[in-house]
């Protein structure tokens, strides 16, 4: 048995790519553990902010440190209203300057289909794998998260900013260009955003192993249950998905304190 709590899984970006489960004590070499039975028994809780045992709010936060740590701040889903580059402070002005004055990449990702977002360029293959996308291609880099959300906000008026998660884990993606939606991209930026267009045009590509297809989906939480078990069959995004079609998506339970039983 391992005893952890949920945090979101470590990725490496291979064929296929590969996952990990840290636990502190314990790592879980999850590509492994593929066809074996999986059974999650949830026994407490602790806010990935205060490590506090205080129930789960959102996000792997208590209700008070979502509403108060500089993690949660409402920049985070919305880089638009990043303003540490104005030197105000939204929560913790010396937090928010470390996340949001370095260099941002705003790509475009084809996950269900394809979709525009926004990530820090050190985490781009990290963020890409997150939202199980099968390519992935930049468009701009810029200095700021404030201006990586203004031009998302731009893009977002034609491409999607959200990935239809069902079709995403039983592979329903629409067969498009990613290479041509580039293009369409980088015209709807126009001159605002020259200046820092990406001339390498590459498109990364990621493989997720599965024993088994799906064709539908049911969610399972620990906010609504206790203990979950199914035989492991695939891993996408983050994602485990079940023989019986259940899916746990492991980053919407962090911060809970799970036992992991494997046999």
């Known amino acids: ?40 028994h949830k026994t407490g809780y602790c806010c990935l902010s205060c490590q506090e045992n205080i129930e789960i709010f959102a996000n792997g936060f208590c209700k008070k440190c979502f509403f108060e740590s500089p993690m949660s701040g409402d920049w985070v889903m919305k880089p638009e209203l ?22 941002h990449i705003v790509y475009l990702s084809k996950t269900s289909g394809v979709k525009v977002g926004v990530t820090r360029s050190n985490n781009k293959t990290t963020r890409w794998i997150d939202q199980g996308a099968i390519e992935a291609i930049e468009l701009i880099e810029v200095p700021n998260r404030y201006l990586a959300g203004i031009a998302e906000v731009k893009l977002k008026n034609v491409f999607s900013d959200k990935t239809n998660w069902r079709k995403m884990l039983t592979n329903d993606i629409e067969d498009l260009n990613i290479i041509n939606n580039r293009e369409d991209a980088l015209n709807i930026l126009g001159s605002e955003f020259k200046e820092y267009f990406k001339t390498n045009s590459k498109v990364f590509k990621f493989n997720y192993y599965r024993k088994n297809q799906i064709n539908s989906v049911k969610s399972a939480s620990l906010k609504k249950t206790d203990t979950i078990e199914g035989r492991l069959i695939g891993i996408k995004g983050q994602y485990l998905i079940f023989e019986d079609s259940t899916v746990f998506n492991v980053r919407s339970n962090e911060g809970y304190k799970v036992d992991i039983t494997i046999n």
Do not use: C, T, W
Request: no cysteine.
């Open 1 to 40: 048995m391992f005893s952890g709590v949920f945090k979101k899984m470590i990725s490496i970006h291979d064929d296929p790519v590969r996952y990990i489960l840290d636990f502190d004590d314990d790592l879980l070499f999850l590509n492994q553990l593929i066809g074996k039975n999986f059974k999650i």
């Open 82 to 103: 990043s303003k540490a580059h104005l030197n105000i402070q939204d929560r913790d002005l010396e937090y928010e300057k470390k996340i949001q004055l370095q260099d």
